[in-house]
């Protein structure tokens, strides 16, 4: 049989930023992306008030108060269950993806979040602790699952010449739900305490808009062509997304990824790890993921106000220095977005923990010495620094990295690592600041993040404006194999030219 596919007489595509792919790329980041940045920040502006609840609530039941060093272990509880939800969700990103397809897993999971928000904003209603420490950790169960399901399904829906700024939206989304949070945080808004159950409750606005919204956008074409082999549904979504000049250029460049795959199942996390042709791809995924969270940058966010504080800044202002952070990270966000397409990615990921490692070399020096105006120059410096790019440029190269068949594993590895790590630091980073006196602590994060922008520079090529297949390619002789250049599937599906226009046929010659 064949279906026709439009296209030009010349066979040039014409790779624009068309309305629905920024559509689709602002809507799903609006309902997912910003909640895991909102949920970072939320607990920061309420938290003498989530504690003086919690003391309360145990005095009612048991008669006698906690201590301060048992009411900090409660909410730190309470911050870190956040990144356990999130480690258990990242797990349940292959089987979702594979069965529900890109979209059709972020449209299901919005139901964690309106169960989550219910939680915590009839904890204070029900006397309840537990309420607040459950809805934390359905929240990171559903950023868990979203953050890497989004990145993977603009990387696959955008045009490679435009993949690099449709994967970094997200990031820029998750900088302005932090920013969000910090804003509403604010005593003259919602940082009163008789509004916390509020504040953290209002996940479920965005959550609404995505579930109204996003159910009307197709599936990535990429996912319904070489995993559910529905030609007619990719040529839908093609032409949604696309321009018609665009389809058969992109339906061939599918089809070639699908013959050089030796397998078109989805390939389990044993089996990502045991494949060799993939050894390299798999350990980048590791140093990054795994340097992104022990960058600093989630001990910055999670204790930006107890940092501040020790730096010296009246109580009072506090808030409003870390609403300008907030504001620091939205703009650095988008020039990173704005400009990966030009300079590539590896320039953002060097840049950036490069001058993250120098910043937290400076909060040390500057704690020891005892200036505190450039230690809250530092924190900005490795804010700004990692919004730029280690804020998202490494979920994007774990879709660039992975075939359609490894890209679930490999997310699956990254976003696990990347939560494990979130919840290290998150548990950890006050016990080291006191057991180091505060100071030397950051010494950790700049080896880190040095180490991370060596490896970079070294090891990782340039992906921009590379297909999925080149990419692999690269990859080949770094890995010390053969790229499989054919399928049965791929030998049963090709794509001919019939006057001026693209038509699937299988391989007996039937049309």
């Not at 026709?4 to 007489?9: C, G, P, Q, R």
């Not at 940058?297 to 009246?314: L, Q, R, S, V």
């Not at 808030?319 to 966000?333: K, L």
């Amino acid at each position: 049989f064949h279906v026709v596919l439009y296209s030009d007489n010349n066979g040039n595509k014409i790779l624009s930023l068309t309305p629905s792919l920024l559509a689709v790329a602002f809507l799903s980041s609006f309902g997912s992306s910003m909640l895991y940045g909102y949920n970072l920040a939320v607990v920061n502006s309420p938290a003498q008030y989530i504690k003086q609840f919690y003391n309360q609530t145990i005095v009612a039941r048991n008669g006698t108060s906690q201590n301060d060093e048992a009411l900090t272990l409660f909410y730190s509880v309470t911050v870190s269950v956040f990144a356990i939800g999130g480690m258990i969700g990242s797990l349940m990103v292959g089987m979702l993806v594979t069965r529900f397809g890109r979209k059709g897993t972020l449209v299901r999971i919005t139901y964690l979040v309106f169960i989550a928000g219910a939680l915590m904003g009839f904890s204070r209603m029900f006397a309840s602790p537990e309420m607040i420490i459950t809805g934390r950790f359905i929240t990171g169960l559903h950023s868990g699952i979203s953050l890497s399901v989004v990145p993977m399904y603009l990387g696959e829906i955008a045009p490679k010449n435009l993949r690099g700024f449709l994967g970094l939206v997200p990031s820029i989304f998750i900088c302005l739900g932090v920013f969000v949070a910090q804003i509403l945080g604010l005593h003259e808004l919602l940082g009163k305490e008789e509004h916390w159950p509020l504040f953290l409750s209002l996940v479920v606005i965005p959550t609404t808009i995505q579930l109204m919204l996003l159910p009307w956008f197709p599936e990535s074409p990429r996912y319904l062509l070489i995993e559910k082999k529905n030609v007619h549904a990719t040529i839908t979504a093609l032409k949604w997304y696309r321009s018609k000049v665009n389809i058969q250029a992109e339906i061939e460049e599918m089809q070639e990824e699908q013959r050089s795959m030796s397998s078109v199942e989805t390939v389990s996390v044993i089996g990502l790890l045991r494949d060799r042709s993939v050894r390299w791809q798999v350990i980048t995924v590791v140093v990054v993921n795994i340097g992104m969270q022990l960058s600093g940058i989630d001990a910055i966010w999670f204790y930006t106000n107890a940092i501040f504080e020790n730096a010296g800044i009246p109580l009072p202002e506090i808030q409003y220095t870390t609403v300008g952070t907030g504001a620091i990270e939205v703009i650095a966000g988008c020039i990173g977005c704005f400009t990966i397409e030009r300079l590539g990615r590896k320039p953002l990921m060097i840049g950036g923990f490069t001058f993250m490692g120098i910043c937290c070399a400076g909060i040390t020096l500057s704690l020891l010495f005892q200036v505190h105006y450039i230690s809250v120059a530092c924190v900005v410096g490795i804010i700004a620094g990692f919004c730029i790019g280690p804020a998202g440029v490494p979920f994007l190269m774990t879709a660039e990295l992975f075939k359609q068949s490894h890209r679930p594993a490999a997310y699956i590895v990254a976003g696990c690592l990347n939560w494990m790590s979130n919840f290290t630091v998150g548990f950890v980073f006050p016990f080291l600041q006191v057991r180091t006196t505060g100071a030397y602590c950051y010494l950790v994060f700049f080896g880190v993040c040095m180490a991370v922008a060596v490896y970079v520079f070294f090891i990782i090529p340039e992906t921009k404006n590379k297909t999925f297949v080149e990419i692999s390619q690269m990859f080949a002789a770094m890995n010390g194999t053969l790229e499989e250049e054919s399928t049965e599937l791929g030998h049963n599906l090709k794509l001919t030219k019939m006057n001026g226009y693209g038509a699937i046929d299988m391989e007996n010659g039937e049309k």
